[in-house]
């Protein structure tokens, strides 16, 4: 159970601070030029929180895809036309999914590794027993925009192999925004962490009345890409204006009665998968099968003090 503490006025987010906050109040949460579509659902006036009919049924199977990265070591490639040495980062990464049903059960897991640098025709670099595939990245890229993409990669990539094998559509729920996996089909991007303030004030004010179970009006957004959204409240008994609140995307190809059925069932499917703060410091936003799945992807990417100490090993012996 989440405990809140209060005083008058003031109010306790149960999200762990060691993970920054639910609720990022950067300066870019004083807006965002996204492009909204605000009535998709029901006129902007009448904005409110919506509760899911009572024939509404969660699906009775889903698919939840996410991933962990690790940078193993920094790294510094040697120019062989005798320049400057390259920064890069040897990193781990994996992803998985779980299908969660009458249980939760992990169906597809897989552990990659590369070192990601600006150096040219570098050669894939061995360390003891694994091998990190090399990775060209470009611009001001430090390697941790590349590793995130190629992990958004390995994500799609299972959840299609999955799919082919099964034969099954499955509704796919991928944590994070479903940019770059907008092209898998019933999918939809669950967001725990909150950076920017899509909405105008007087529909922010409807994401704060939210109870749990209860969701925003499906909207239309679109930044650099498109995609439906719409805000829930997951089970807390925290008072603080965000607590347990998670945004949910998909694709911009549905219908509008589509995105709006689909919003129904996800707002009753993922309630009752919410976190709880003793297992889980990000509860209720990080769902109990997302942080199982997390838990395992963190065992396989393997000891990370073996893997430097193997890095260190491979670069004394190049």
Known sequence: MTTTYHAPGFSVD???????????????????????????????????????????????????????????????????????????????????????????????????????????????????????TSHEVTGDDDGSLALQQKLTELEVDLALGYRAQTGHDELLVVDGPLRGRTHLANAVGYVKTHHTSYLPPA?????????????????FMGTNWSRYAWYLRLPTISTAPWAGIARCEAGADLSAEDAVELADRVTVALPPMAGVDYKDPRAPQNLVPIGGLEKLLRHRLGDARLLYRALRTAAVAG
């Open 14 to 132: 149960p999200w762990d601070p060691g993970y920054g906050a639910s609720l990022a109040f950067e300066a870019e949460m004083e807006g965002s030029s996204a492009a909204l579509t605000l009535d998709v659902e029901i006129p902007v006036l009448q904005w409110r929180p919506i509760t899911p009919g009572a024939t509404t049924r969660a699906p009775e199977t889903l698919l939840i895809a996410d991933g962990v990265r690790r940078i193993d070591a920094r790294v510094w490639v040697d120019d062989p036309e005798g320049g400057m040495p390259a920064p890069g980062i040897a990193a781990s990464y994996a992803a998985g999914i779980v299908r969660c049903g009458e249980g939760a059960e992990p169906v597809a897991v897989e552990v990659r590794r590369g070192v990601f640098t600006p150096a040219k025709g570098v050669a894939d670099l061995v360390a003891g027993p694994v091998t990190y």
């Open 203 to 219: 529909q922010s004010a409807v994401v704060s009345d939210l109870k749990p179970g209860q969701r925003t009006p499906v909207f």
